[in-house]
């Protein structure tokens, strides 16, 4: 007698390894997804830091202080279009949010947090 079918236990065997598969995939691409968001969060903070230091630069400013968005995008060294990728919100959301500048052996570090990756918003 000829057996042209695929028994119970082989069907069961197959449907788990495909389950497993998927699942292993699913994870990695999420992984994959969240580590986009948190690069897409350092290079918007990073923007901001960067146009904090351009402004203590053409302001002369020579010690520890803190500026703010709304200075910011008046000085046109951040545009409103900017768009804090965790929230999708506009920068101009976040007009009164500080950006600090630091002094230390003459050199100045500018520094800004996403609120949404610190916890406040």
Known sequence: MK???????ELIITITLIAIISVSIGVSINGMLSRQEEDQAEQYAKDIADAACVYAEVNDITTNSTVTINELISAGLLSKDLI??????????????????????NEKTCSYTVPELSGNS
Do not use: A, Q
């Open 3 to 9: 057996n042209n079918g695929f028994t119970l236990v």
């Open 84 to 105: 804090n990728p965790i929230s999708d919100r506009p920068i101009t959301d976040y007009n009164d949010n500080e950006v600090t500048i630091t002094w230390s052996n």
